[in-house]
C-alpha cells in the first residue's frame, strides 16, 4: 500500500477543519505536538492500495518564528515528511491569502491550492478565475465547498499525484541588491533538501532556526555592504511579497454585479451587532438565551440520565451485600451520575460554542465585550484566552502567549478562576441549577462577575497593564452544517468520554473503599473547620478535594456522599454556596500543570493558591451575609 502524508496549511477561518472532516468524517486523531500543548489533527482515507494521512495544522498568517503555532508549521513543512501541502485559502481574501502560499512555494515544497468559499465570494461580487491562478502559479488549484461536498474527490485525486506536480513553480523576484544578497548567503550553505534560496531568504529574514544550514555565520554581516540600501531587509522581503499576491489577485478577480442584497443585509447585521449600545444588549442577551436552554434541555436530559443510574445501583444493592458488590455499586454509581451531570451540559455547551463560531457570531460577541475588559484592567486581546476559557481552561492558559508582556500574560490568567469552563458550567446547571432552580445559577454568575471585579479593583492597585487595542479579523456570516459542528464538539469532548469517565468511575470505587475503611473521617475531620466556614456539611470537603483533581468529579462525588436527594439535605443556599466555592478556582491539577509551564512553579502555585484561598473567603463570606438577612 503507498502511503502519501499531505498537511493541510492555512489562515484562521479558512475552513481547514470542515474540509478535514469533509475528507476523512469525524474519525480523526487529535494530539498534541511533542514537547508543546499545540494541538494537531490527523485523519486517514484509503482509496484502493493508497493511504493519505492528513494532518490539520494550527492556522497561521505567515511562515515565521513568531509564534509557538508557527514554529510547529514550519517544521511539520520542512522536517516532517511530508509529501506536499493543500493550503486552504479564503476566496473572499485571496490577496491576504497568497502570502503564506508564496512562503512555501519559495521552499518548492508541492502545493495545491483548495479555494475555499467560493459561493460566498461571487454573493459579494467577487470572481476567482481559479485556471488563470493556476496558470499562474503553476500548481493544481481545486475550487471546493467542503460543507457540500464540492471538489472534494478531486482535491483528494490531485493529492495522490502530488509527487508528481511540477518543480518549475512560481517564484517570487526581489530588487538586484536582496537578490545578490541571496546568492552570497547561497553559496554557504551545507547540503540539505531544502533549496539554498529559500534557506537564504528565511536567514535574510531572521529566522534563527535556519542558521544551522550556513557553513559560516560570518556570512550574515557580509551580506550588509550589499545591504545598505535595505537597513530592514526581512520588512522589505515582506512588502515584495505582498504586492506580488496583490498583482496575483487583481490579475484573477472580477468584480461582477450582485444579483441580490445579501451582502447589503449582512451589512446591516453588523451595523446591529457592532453597534456601541446595542451591540453589548444582543450579546448579553444571546447568552442568557443560550444558558436558558442550557439549563432547560440539561436538566431534561439529566433527570433521565439520574433516574436510570437510580434504579440501576438499587438493582445492585439488592443483590448482595457483599464489600466487592458494593465497592463495584459505588463506582458504577459515580460513573453514571457523572455523565448524568456533566455529559447533557459539556456537550450542549460545545454544540452551541460551535454553533455561534460556525456562523459567525463569536468574533462579534468577542468584540463587544472588549469595553468590560478594558474597565477590569485588561488588554483587548485577553478576550481571547478569556473566551476560550469558556471551554476548557488548559489551552486558554497557553492562548494567553498573544499578550504582549509575560505580566499581561499573568493578569490575564489571574481571572480564570471567574471564568467557568465547560466543567464548572456542568456543576453550575447540573448541581445548583438542577437541585437549586434557575435563580440559584443567576445567582452564581452574579457573584462569580462581582467577585471578578473585587478582584481586579485589588490587583490594579498593585500592577499597573497598559491597555492593547483588540485586532480581531471578523468572519463573514456562514450558514452552518450541524454535521461539522456536532463533529467539532464530540472532537473537543473527546477528552471527557477517553480520560474524565474512568476517573468518575475510580472516584466513586475510591470512595467506597475510604468509607469502609473509616478514612473518610480521618480525612474531613481536619478540614471540618473550612465546611463550618463555609455553612457545608463536613462531608462536602471530599467531592471538593476530589474536583482539584478534575473538576468534572466534583457533581458525582457530591452525589456519592450525600445521594441524588441533595435539595433535602442541603438548604438553596448551601447548594448555591457549594457551586460557588466550586466553581472560583483554578480549576483542576492540569490547569496547574500548565501554568507551571507557562508562568513557573513559584507564580503557578501562588496563583492556584491565591484562588483557592480567595474563593473559600468570598463563598463563607457571602453565605454569612446572606443568612444575616
Known amino acids: 500500500m503507498k502511503d502519501f502524508k499531505a498537511l493541510l496549511i492555512g489562515q484562521p477561518n479558512v475552513g481547514k477543519s470542515s474540509l478535514l472532516n469533509a475528507l476523512v468524517g469525524s474519525k480523526v486523531i487529535i494530539s498534541n505536538y511533542p514537547g508543546t500543548t499545540v494541538e494537531i489533527t490527523r485523519g486517514e482515507k484509503i482509496l484502493g492500495k493508497a493511504k493519505i494521512t492528513f494532518e490539520d495544522t494550527p492556522g497561521i498568517y505567515s511562515i515565521s518564528d513568531r509564534s509557538e503555532e508557527e514554529k510547529i508549521t514550519e517544521k511539520k513543512l520542512f522536517e516532517g515528511a511530508a ?324 505580566k499581561e500574560r499573568f493578569y490575564a490568567a489571574s481571572f480564570f478562576p471567574f471564568v467557568s469552563c465547560s466543567s464548572r458550567i456542568g456543576i453550575i446547571m447540573g448541581i445548583v441549577g438542577y437541585y437549586g432552580g434557575l435563580f440559584l445559577v443567576f445567582s452564581v454568575y452574579v457573584t462569580l462577575i462581582i467577585s471578578a471585579l473585587i478582584w481586579a479593583f485589588i490587583v490594579k492597585r498593585v500592577a499597573y497593564i497598559e491597555n492593547q487595542p483588540l485586532l480581531l479579523e471578523l468572519p463573514s456570516y456562514r450558514r452552518p452544517l450541524m454535521e461539522n459542528i456536532i463533529t467539532k464538539s464530540w472532537i473537543r469532548m473527546k477528552d471527557f468520554v477517553y480520560l474524565v469517565i474512568p476517573l468518575l468511575a475510580i472516584g466513586g470505587a475510591i470512595y467506597a473503599v475510604l468509607n469502609i475503611t473509616g478514612i473518610t473521617n480521618i480525612i474531613v475531620e481536619p478540614l471540618s473547620p473550612i465546611a463550618q466556614w463555609l455553612g457545608l456539611p463536613a462531608v462536602t470537603i471530599i467531592p471538593l478535594i476530589f474536583g482539584f483533581l478534575q473538576k468534572d468529579l466534583t457533581g458525582a462525588m457530591l452525589l456519592s456522599v450525600l445521594g441524588s436527594n441533595i435539595s433535602t439535605i442541603l438548604t438553596p443556599l448551601q447548594i448555591y454556596t457549594f457551586g460557588l466555592v466550586a466553581t472560583m478556582q483554578i480549576p483542576c491539577v492540569i490547569a496547574l500543570g500548565m501554568l507551571i509551564r507557562e508562568f513557573g512553579v513559584k507564580k503557578a502555585v501562588l496563583l492556584t493558591g491565591i484562588s483557592i484561598i480567595y474563593g473559600l473567603l468570598f463563598a463563607g463570606l457571602i453565605w454569612r451575609i446572606i443568612s444575616i438577612f
Not at 245 to 263: H, S
Not at 330 to 338: D, E, H, T
Not at 383 to 397: R, S
Open 83 to 406: 509529501d506536499g501541502a493543500i493550503i486552504v485559502v479564503d476566496s473572499t481574501s485571496l490577496e491576504r491569502n497568497l502570502y503564506i502560499v508564496l512562503q512555501i512555494l519559495e521552499a518548492q515544497i508541492p502545493v495545491i491550492i483548495a479555494l475555499n468559499f467560493v459561493e460566498e465570494a461571487e454573493k459579494k461580487g467577487i470572481k476567482i478565475d481559479h485556471k488563470k491562478l493556476e496558470k499562474i502559479l503553476n500548481i493544481p488549484v481545486v475550487p471546493i465547498n467542503p460543507l457540500r461536498g464540492k471538489g472534494i474527490n478531486e482535491l483528494i485525486n490531485v493529492t495522490l499525484r502530488v509527487k508528481g506536480i511540477k518543480e518549475d513553480i512560481f517564484s517570487v523576484r526581489y530588487d538586484d541588491d536582496i537578490e545578490k544578497a541571496i546568492n552570497k548567503i547561497s553559496s554557504k550553505i551545507i547540503q540539505t533538501s531544502l533549496p539554498n534560496r529559500f534557506i537564504a531568504l528565511r536567514v535574510l529574514e531572521e529566522d534563527a532556526d535556519f542558521y544551522r544550514y550556513l557553513k559560516n555565520k560570518e556570512v550574515i554581516k557580509a551580506t550588509k555592504g550589499i545591504l545598505s540600501n535595505h537597513p530592514k531587509v526581512s520588512e522589505d522581503i515582506s512588502i515584495t511579497r505582498y504586492g506580488t499576491a496583490a498583482f496575483i489577485a487583481r490579475e484573477v478577480t472580477q468584480i461582477i454585479k450582485l444579483r441580490d442584497k445579501r451582502g447589503d443585509l449582512h451589512e446591516q447585521f453588523d451595523k446591529i451587532l457592532l453597534h456601541n449600545i446595542w451591540g453589548p444588549f444582543f450579546t448579553i442577551l444571546f447568552f442568557l438565551i443560550i444558558f436558558g436552554l442550557l439549563m432547560f434541555l440539561g436538566n431534561l436530559l439529566q433527570g433521565f440520565l439520574l433516574n436510570l443510574t437510580e434504579g440501576i445501583t438499587s438493582y445492585l444493592h439488592t443483590v448482595s451485600p457483599s464489600i466487592i458488590i458494593v465497592i463495584l455499586a459505588q463506582a458504577l454509581y459515580g460513573l453514571m451520575v457523572g455523565v448524568s451531570i456533566a455529559l447533557p451540559y459539556v456537550f450542549l455547551f460545545y454544540l452551541f460554542l460551535g454553533l455561534t463560531e460556525d456562523v459567525g457570531l463569536l468574533a462579534r460577541f468577542i468584540v463587544n465585550l472588549e469595553t468590560l475588559l478594558k474597565k477590569l484592567g485588561l488588554p483587548g486581546k485577553a478576550f481571547i484566552p478569556l473566551a476560550l476559557g469558556l471551554g476548557c481552561t488548559v489551552p486558554a492558559i497557553r492562548a494567553t502567549r498573544i499578550l504582549s508582556s509575560r
